[in-house]
C-alpha cells in the first residue's frame, strides 16, 4: 500500500502541543488503500516524549541526544521515513482532516509535480481561524516559478510549513539545508526551481499561535539575511548547472539531469 510518512520535530516541553499535533494526524481521512506513519524525532540532550509518541499505534519515536536544531532533526526524521510522500508537521502545528488526503490527491492528478503547499490558517489562542491573503494563485506552479517570486521579492509566497513532497526529491537535494534560518525555504525553492508543485485552493492544515513559538524570540530575525544569501546562491547555482527532474517518459539526453 502507498505510505505517506508525516515527520515533526519536537522539543522536550512541546508535550501537550504534540498530544493535540498526533491527535490530527490520527483524524486524516485518507483516501482509499493509503496508509500513514508519523515519525516523530524529538532534538535536545535529554529526550522525555518516547512514552508519550508511543501512544500513537501509527508513530515512530527518535531522539538527538543533543540539540542539533530543526534541519538536522527533520532529516533524522527523513532517514527513517518510509513513505512514498513525506509531509512536514510542526509540533505545535495542527492537519485538517482532509489535509494529507487533499495533497495525496493533487500528485494523482498532476503525476508530474513533486511538491504540494497546503495553504494554513493561523490558530488563535482564542480558538479562533484567521485566513491568510497568498500572493499567488491557487492550483498548479510551474516549475521556476516561485523559486522567481523569491528572486524578486525576497521570501516566499506560502507557508513552507505544510508543505507534502516526493520523498526522492527531498532526499535527491539533501534534506533541509544547514541554515541558520529559513531551511524550509531553502529546500521549498531548490525543489520548485527543478520540478513543478501544486497550491491548495483551501487551508489544509493550521498554524497555531503561541507565546512559545520559535519565530518570537528576540534574535530570531538576526541571521534571515545570512540565509537569504545562501539560497539566493542555491538557486544561481541549480540555474547554472541546468539541473531539472526528468518528467516520465522523458529522454535521459541534455545537461546534468536528474
Do not use: C
Not at 529559513?182 to 520548485?192: F, R
Not at 547555482?237 to 539526453?253: D, I
Amino acid at each position: 500500500m502507498p505510505l505517506v510518512s508525516v515527520l515533526t520535530p519536537v522539543l522536550a516541553d512541546r508535550a501537550e502541543l504534540l498530544v493535540e499535533a498526533g491527535k490530527s494526524v490520527a483524524a486524516q481521512e485518507l483516501p482509499a488503500g493509503w496508509e500513514l506513519e508519523w515519525i516523530v524525532q524529538e532534538d535536545g540532550p535529554s529526550p522525555a516524549l518516547r512514552d508519550l509518541v508511543d501512544g500513537f499505534p501509527f508513530a515512530r519515536y527518535g531522539a538527538n541526544g543533543e540539540p542539533l536544531g530543526v534541519a538536522v532533526t527533520r532529516n533524522l526524521a527523513l532517514a527513517r521515513a518510509g513513505g512514498e510522500l513525506v509531509h512536514v508537521l510542526d509540533s505545535d502545528d495542527l492537519l485538517l482532516p482532509h489535509g494529507l488526503a487533499v495533497a495525496i490527491d493533487a500528485f494523482a492528478q498532476h503525476p508530474d509535480i513533486h511538491w504540494v503547499a497546503g495553504q494554513g490558517d493561523d490558530l488563535l489562542s482564542d480558538g479562533s481561524r484567521r485566513s491568510v491573503q497568498l500572493d499567488l494563485a491557487a492550483g498548479r506552479v510551474e516549475r521556476g516559478a516561485l523559486t522567481q517570486y523569491f528572486v524578486d521579492h525576497g521570501g516566499v509566497p506560502i507557508h513552507p510549513a505544510g508543505l507534502t513532497l516526493r520523498t526522492v526529491a527531498v532526499r535527491a537535494l539533501g534534506g533541509w539545508a544547514a541554515s541558520p534560518r529559513s531551511e524550509d525555504v531553502a529546500l521549498l525553492v531548490a525543489v520548485a526551481d527543478l520540478a513543478p508543485g501544486y497550491l491548495t485552493p483551501a487551508a489544509t492544515w493550521l498554524a497555531r499561535q503561541h507565546a512559545g513559538q520559535t519565530t518570537r524570540l528576540p534574535n530570531w530575525q538576526a541571521l534571515f539575511a545570512d540565509a537569504d544569501v545562501l539560497i539566493a546562491q542555491r538557486i544561481t547555482a541549480q540555474r547554472h548547472a541546468a539541473l531539472h527532474y526528468r518528467t516520465p517518459g522523458e529522454s535521459r539526453s541534455g545537461a546534468h539531469r536528474m
